[in-house]
């Protein structure tokens, strides 16, 4: 019988929403950097051409040579494109320039849904990290296809409004297409609120509503509005760096150990169902 591979590996983790100004590219830059703090390995990949997860953790687009387009598009490989930040635990993948264009360069690629998975298996990414989190672009073009079909999961981030709940219900939509037809492990990992207003019946009632039709995969933790999370990008550091005590930053920090105390429970429970099948 062949040992088994204890080697660890990732978990990747797609943050996305088709819907614009949701929280999106913030719950990127803040939760990868909350993982961070906990001494877990972590690499944020900036697969939207604003650049803006890039530009929040001190990479502005323009001065970019090597970053996600390149490796996607085999001009550099994975260690080429991969930089540090501040936090000794997270790298970044930032975004250059060029991704601008690789919507329409990518279309006529062989097997173009999952560039981003190769060029992540060939550099032996998933044993490098413990966390990998993609910041995906606000539409549903080949970037973020490419995102879920890599991804183990998807953290959607969404403001407790009712416009959002259409733009969640097509993101559904689309997790279950890619699971059908290119990802069948895909999973929804969560929904969290951002910009959370807890005094609003608005924000409660559309809380309910999500619960109702997404039992178990609300976070508890809510995202309120705070200044220091608008403030930080300009800084070019995520919030906890920026200003650590800010109730954006210490919000993130709850969610991070939540997504892990959520991740544990499971593992746990996958164990005990194979300790009581290799019994019976």
């Known amino acids: 019988m062949p040992e088994a591979d204890d080697t660890p590996r990732a978990t990747i983790i797609a943050i996305s929403n088709q819907k614009g100004g949701e929280g999106k590219t913030t719950t990127a830059v803040n939760l990868a950097a909350s993982l961070a703090a906990s001494e877990r390995r972590v690499l944020l990949i900036d697969l939207d051409p604003q650049g803006n997860a890039s530009s929040s953790v001190g990479y502005a687009r323009d001065q970019v040579s090597a970053g996600t387009y390149e490796l996607m598009t085999g001009q550099a490989t ?55 989190i993609f910041d995906c672009p606000p539409s549903l073009g080949l970037l973020t296809l490419n995102a879920l079909v890599a991804a183990d999961a998807v953290l959607i981030p969404m403001q407790a409004r009712y416009f959002s709940l259409e733009g969640l219900g097509a993101l559904h939509g689309t997790i ?89 429970a499971r593992e746990g429970d996958g164990a005990a169902t194979a300790d009581v099948r290799s019994q019976a």
Request: glycine share 6%; charged share 25%; aromatic share 6%.
């Open 176 to 264: 279950e297409a890619v699971r059908d037809s290119f990802n069948p492990r895909l999973a929804i990992e969560g929904i969290v609120f951002c910009m959370f207003d807890r005094r609003t019946n608005l924000a409660k009632q559309v809380v309910a509503e999500v619960e109702q039709h997404f039992p178990q995969h609300v976070f508890t933790t809510r995202i309120p509005q705070n200044i220091r999370l608008s403030e930080s990008p300009s800084f070019g550091k995520p919030a906890l760096l920026y200003d650590i005590g800010s109730k954006g930053a210490v919000a993130y920090l709850d969610l991070a150990e939540e997504l892990l105390q959520r991740m544990e």
């Open 78 to 132: 994975l260690d080429e494109a991969v930089q540090e930040t501040e936090l000794p635990t997270l790298q970044v993948i930032p975004a250059s320039a060029d991704l601008t264009g690789a919507e329409i360069e990518l279309v006529g690629a062989a097997r173009r849904e999952s560039v981003l998975r190769r060029a992540l298996e060939g550099g032996g990414a998933r044993e490098r990290w413990d966390f990998i």
